[in-house]
């Protein structure tokens, strides 16, 4: 009798600890998930910066080209001048 008490007790103890490293792992999973959330923000905060980035240097080439354009018709006209 006693030892079907004992061993009744040790289950009991083990499903116990068990359950304790169960709701752990749970809380470490769910930590886990908040700071990969996170970092999904960050990095599509960064992804709107760079886009931001992109698009602010693609209109300063573009600026660039037509500065360009306008100096070669300028060029162009000077040399028509000279000849």
Same mark, same amino acid.
């Given at each position: 009798?006693? &030892?079907?008490? *004992?061993?009744? *007790?040790?289950?009991?103890?083990?499903? $116990?600890?068990?359950?304790?490293?169960? +709701?752990?792992?749970?809380?470490?999973?769910?930590?886990?998930?908040? #700071?990969? *959330?996170?970092?999904? $923000?960050?990095? *599509?905060?960064?992804?709107? #910066?760079?886009?931001?980035?992109? +698009? #602010? &240097? !693609?209109?300063?080439?573009?600026? !660039?080209?037509?500065?360009?354009?306008?100096?070669?018709?300028? $060029? +162009?006209? #000077?040399?028509?001048? &000279? +000849?």
């Amino acid at each position: 009798m006693y &030892l079907i008490a *004992a061993g009744s *007790a040790v289950l009991i103890d083990i499903r $116990s600890e068990h359950k304790s490293i169960l +709701s752990e792992y749970k809380s470490v999973l769910t930590e886990h998930k908040f #700071i990969l *959330a996170e970092r999904k $923000s960050i990095l *599509a905060e960064r992804k709107s #910066i760079l886009l931001e980035r992109k +698009s #602010i &240097l !693609l209109e300063y080439k573009s600026i !660039l080209l037509e500065h360009k354009s306008i100096l070669n018709d300028f $060029s +162009s006209s #000077i040399v028509q001048l &000279l +000849s």
